[in-house]
């Protein structure tokens, strides 16, 4: 089955304790991208990645950093969390069709609590 | 800067009613644009995508159109059921890195 997959799916943790949320897709995408979630906000880009070794920021990068060594793989990892980044957490991924992405698809989301 | 309004914010219908989903943005220039489905607390389904050079696209009792020049989509759900009730975002891909969302519109189709 096509799918992106995050883990975990829920995590709670101390402010400033580094950690590392998972993505993988399945689908030989070269387009993946993080998005929070938060109320009021609505869906928000934070870094997104065209292909293999290929990172930028989107519109809320303060406070993540990602990185893209495999294909299949794009971690968000926060490296001293802080309550701010409590949110819940989807990872993407799309074909690319120019050099645009084409149809995402998102994973089950990561619901993360920063205390 | 793209903004992405979805109208209205919550609707309550009985089963079986027709309904309309509206969702306005305020530039054209877009690449595509994607209707999801997202039930509380988890991932975004996605439902339909229609390329810029699309009208419309019909999936099952899903169908959404597109009208650039006025800057609309719209989601008609034919004969709603409760199994339809869930938040239903517009997402426009427009620079081709990030897609931008709408804040949704939040239904409840009851029995």
């Known amino acids: 089955e096509a799918q992106v997959t995050q883990n975990p799916r829920y995590l709670i943790t101390v402010t400033g304790k580094k950690l590392t949320v998972t993505c993988s897709q399945n689908?030989?995408?070269?387009?993946m991208s993080w998005y929070r979630q938060d109320p009021g906000l609505g869906l928000r880009q934070i870094y997104y990645?065209?292909?293999?070794?290929?990172?930028d920021k989107g519109d809320v990068p303060e406070g993540y950093k990602v990185s893209r060594k495999e294909k299949r793989n794009f971690p968000l990892i926060l490296e001293s969390p802080s309550p701010n980044q409590t949110s819940l957490y989807f990872c993407?991924?799309?074909?690319?069709?120019?050099?645009?992405?084409?149809?995402?698809?998102f994973g089950s989301g990561t619901r993360l609590t920063v205390v | 800067k793209q903004e992405v309004t979805q109208i209205p914010a919550a609707l309550s219908v009985p089963e079986g009613e027709n309904l309309v989903l509206n969702c306005s943005f305020t530039d054209s220039a877009i690449y595509n644009l994607q209707w999801f489905r997202q039930d509380p607390g988890k991932g975004l389904t996605s439902l339909l995508l229609?390329?810029?050079?699309?009208r419309e696209q019909t999936s099952g009792r899903l169908n959404a159109s597109l009208d650039k020049s006025s800057g609309r989509s719209t989601l008609y759900i034919a004969a709603s059921q409760p199994g339809d009730s869930a938040t239903y975002l517009c997402a426009l891909n427009q620079a081709g890195t990030a897609l931008i969302f709408g804040k949704g519109t939040t239904l409840s189709v009851s029995s």
């Open positions: 689908m030989n995408h070269e387009y």
């Open positions: 229609i390329q810029s050079s699309q």
């Open positions: 990645s065209m292909n293999v070794e290929v990172t």
């Open positions: 993407a991924s799309s074909l690319t069709i120019g050099r645009a992405p084409y149809g995402y698809t």
